[in-house]
């Protein structure tokens, strides 16, 4: 059975950096295609990066340069370095696994979630 563990999460003053890692398990995790979404209150929830299994990054026009994407197959873990926070970055932070299923599309997963609060 698929597990995540997300962690990282916590309060930065504006200019600050976070580093937020998700841990995976019950998966092969070099197959998967990962992702960070992100949900601030009253919104939608949104793509924030994302990683390929070999390695390409791509990343919404508002992070671009700020935050980087990085996956360690060996860990199983996925990561999302966030520098230059600022105060319209707070949200919630859900990792993303896409598992292939053997030519029958994608299963979703989506971890519990890490709160990141940036302060002015």
């Known amino acids: 059975q698929l597990q995540m563990v997300e962690s990282g999460g916590g309060l930065v003053q504006a200019g600050g950096s976070l580093r937020l890692s998700c841990e995976t398990s019950?998966?092969?995790?070099?197959?998967?295609?990962m992702s960070w979404h992100r949900q601030a209150p009253g919104k939608e929830r949104e793509l924030v990066a994302a990683?390929?299994?070999?390695?390409?990054?791509q990343y919404a026009d508002s992070v671009k340069g700020r935050f980087t994407i990085s996956r360690d197959n060996a860990k199983d873990t996925v990561n999302l370095q966030m520098s230059n926070l600022k105060p319209e970055n707070t949200a919630i932070y859900y990792c993303?696994?896409?598992?292939?299923?053997?030519?029958?599309?994608?299963?979703?997963?989506w971890g519990q979630g890490t709160q990141v609060t940036v302060s002015t």
């Open positions: 993303k696994v896409e598992e292939p299923q053997g030519g029958f599309g994608d299963l979703d997963y």
């Open positions: 019950g998966t092969i995790f070099s197959r998967n295609d």
């Open positions: 990683i390929s299994v070999d390695s390409s990054a």
